[in-house]
Each structure stands twice: as C-alpha cells, then as structure tokens.
C-alpha cells in the first residue's frame, strides 16, 4: 500500500467516524493543498474555497458559509486534526495533522515475541483457537479434508497433560482424525493414514514433515 493509499484508509477507517460532514470535507481540502502537493502549510481563503468544498452539506445544493467553515476549523483544531498558525490578508495559514500523528487515534499494534507467543493458550481461548483453523488454511493437518465452523476441532498433537496448549502443540483437525488418533504419536497416526490411502503417496511426506516444524515453532499462527 503506497503512502497515500494508508493515509486515506486511516482516515477512513478511524478519523472519520470522529467528524461531522463539514469536518471531513474540510479536513481532506486542506490535506489536498498541503501534504498532496508537497507543502506543510497553506493558506486558504474560504470564501471562495467554500464553495469547492462541498455543495450540499448544510442546506441542499448550497455551499456551507464562511461562518460554519471557521467553526469547523475551530473544531477540526480542538481534536487535533490540524493546526491555525495565524490569519493572513489572502486567507488562513493552516497545517494538516496525520491519522498517523494523532494520539490515541489508530490501534496500537503490540509486537508479541516469540516468548509472549508461547504463553499464549491457543486451546481454551476462542480467539487464538480461530487463529489456529487460519494457520491451517481450513484444513485438517493430518488428512487434508477441509474443515468448517461446524466440522472441526482443536486438538493437542502430544495429548494432555504431558503436552500444553502452545501453538506448537495443538493443530485443526477433523472430527474422525480426532477421534481415530486418540493418543497415539502424530507421526504414527499419519503413517496409518496413508497405508490406508487416505494420504496420498505426494502428500504423505508433506504432511508427516510438519509435526518437526509445529514442535520447532515454524508454524505460527499470524496475530491480528
């Protein structure tokens, strides 16, 4: 995603709930002379500007009037979405603020290391459970069959108590795989599966070189 593109998609998607009509239209015109143009600042006179801003947006197919914009100015620089710096003979100087620059505004993104990773339970917790089915592509890991919100289970490869709820220990699974397998070692399960032809000469190898690398923790779910 290119520069813009994330700047607008913020905006979209957590700034604009945040302002009225008149403040969106406002926000993005002053964006578009300042930052789409390459400056930090613009001076603007909203008498005539106004009328490029929004036909409608106060009474239908009217330009919203030079008193509403400078309540509006007011009201974008009290949430922090741009900055006055001064009136001037041609208009206001005004300077946009980013999505980006605006505290409390877009969601922190927590960076989990490895560690944090492996205290998580992705057995009990339905979120992280969710996580899993993704990581597995909706597909049981022992047989291939594609799994769905009603045909699948979350299981442990070494079962409990010896084995935890890491996302090294515990695969999406069908519910004929879950029950077959029981105890038994997942390598040994999967060996039976194919002398059974259940897994096909290709995928047999596929599959069984899987639990070293779930165990390794290769196989990370990906995190929100």
């Not at 999967?190 to 096909?200: D, N, P, T, V």
């Amino acid at each position: 995603m290119d520069e813009f593109a994330q700047i607008f998609a913020q905006f979209q998607d957590h700034l604009a709930p945040r302002l009225d009509m008149y403040e969106q239209a406002i926000y993005l015109y002053i964006f578009r002379h300042t930052l789409v143009d390459g400056k930090t600042d613009v001076v603007i006179g909203f008498k005539s500007a106004r009328k490029k801003l929004a036909f409608g947006v106060g009474k239908a197919g009217t330009a919203p009037s030079e008193h509403s914009i400078y309540e509006k100015l007011r009201s974008l620089e009290a949430k922090g979405c741009i900055k006055i710096l001064g009136s001037e003979h041609s208009g206001t100087r005004l300077k946009v603020i980013l999505p980006s620059e605006m505290p409390n505004l877009l969601p922190v993104v927590q960076s989990i290391s490895l560690a944090n990773l492996d205290e998580l339970d992705f057995f009990s917790v339905p979120e992280n459970r969710k996580l899993i089915l993704e990581r597995e592509k909706w597909e049981c890991f022992y047989c291939l069959t594609k799994l769905d919100e009603n045909n699948h289970v979350i299981e442990h490869v070494v079962s409990r108590p010896e084995g935890s709820n890491s996302y090294r220990n515990v695969v999406a699974a069908c519910r004929r795989c879950n029950n077959r397998k029981g105890a038994t070692a997942a390598d040994d399960f999967m060996r039976a599966l194919y002398r059974e032809g259940i897994l096909s000469g290709e995928e047999f190898p596929v599959r069984l070189s899987l639990i070293p690398r779930l165990i390794g923790g290769e196989l990370k779910p990906v995190l929100g």
